[in-house]
T-cell receptor
Framework: DQQVKQNSPSLSVQEGRISILNCDYT??????FLWYKKYPAEGPTFLIS?????DKNEDGRFTVFLNKSAKHLSLHIVPSQPGDSAVYFC??????????FGTGTRLTIIP | KAGVTQTPRYLIKTRGQQVTLSCSPI?????VSWYQQTPGQGLQFLFE???????NKGNFPGRFSGRQFSNSRSEMNVSTLELGDSALYLC???????????FGSGTQLSVL
């Protein structure tokens, strides 16, 4: 039962352009969403988060959008840089429940 | 503050053996979670401990167990290792006042 889904396993974007990573969820109880970035052989590092009471959160080049009615969130990276090449995981939870991760999207920035 | 520390960094075992992985959370964090990462499977939740009590548990067989000590340090044990247990095992801690999880660098386990 995959409650958090990232349907694109990989994405390639030209340097300087916008990268858009998508995530869908099924559990309407989720009220907090996060994006993590992961390099090979390292632990994920926190990128940005959003509470269900908001529909947008911005931090520098990173913006997360939440559409609760569609149970969809997206991460926008503008402009994309070579150092952004990594695997991105979206995650969600509610209350004291476990943090549930998607399967990840490998982003490759083409110089 | 020091980050989440996991030891050992790499481990090679053979089928049937058992293994114990260790995790020291960020100072002051009382919640420790364990995740398994395999290619194509994302991060699969194993269990979470809070104040020495298991609070949540994922869908893994009983061969996977864990515990947490009074100083919040945690250990994870896998008995009767199988080839499919080869994975990156990640530990994460969180400040219960803040929803973010902070991850360690993981232990890469290879079962031969």
């Amino acid at each position: 039962d995959q409650q958090v889904k990232q349907n694109s396993p990989s994405l390639s974007v030209q340097e300087g352009r916008i990268s858009i990573l998508n995530c869908d969820y099924t559990n309407s109880m989720f009220d907090y969403f996060l994006w993590y970035k992961k390099y090979p052989a390292e632990g994920p590092t926190f990128l940005i988060s959003i509470s269900s009471i908001k529909d947008k959160n911005e931090d520098g080049r990173f913006t997360v959008f939440l559409n609760k009615s569609a149970k969809h969130l997206s991460l926008h990276i503008v402009p994309s840089q070579p150092g952004d090449s990594a695997v991105y995981f979206c995650a969600a939870y509610f209350g004291n429940e476990k943090l549930t991760f998607g399967t990840g999207t490998r982003l490759t920035i083409i110089p | 503050k020091a980050g989440v520390t996991q030891t050992p960094r790499y481990l090679i075992k053979t089928r049937g053996q058992q293994v114990t992985l260790s995790c020291s959370p960020i100072s002051g964090h009382r919640s420790v979670s364990w995740y398994q990462q395999t290619p194509g499977q994302g991060l699969q939740f194993l269990f979470e401990y809070f104040s020495e009590t298991q609070r949540n548990k994922g869908n893994f067989p009983g061969r996977f167990s864990g515990r947490q000590f009074s100083n919040s340090r945690s250990e994870m044990n896998v008995s009767t290792l199988e080839l499919g247990d080869s994975a990156l095992y990640l530990c994460a801690s969180r400040d219960t006042q803040n929803e973010k999880l902070f991850f360690g660098s993981g232990t890469q386990l290879s079962v031969l």
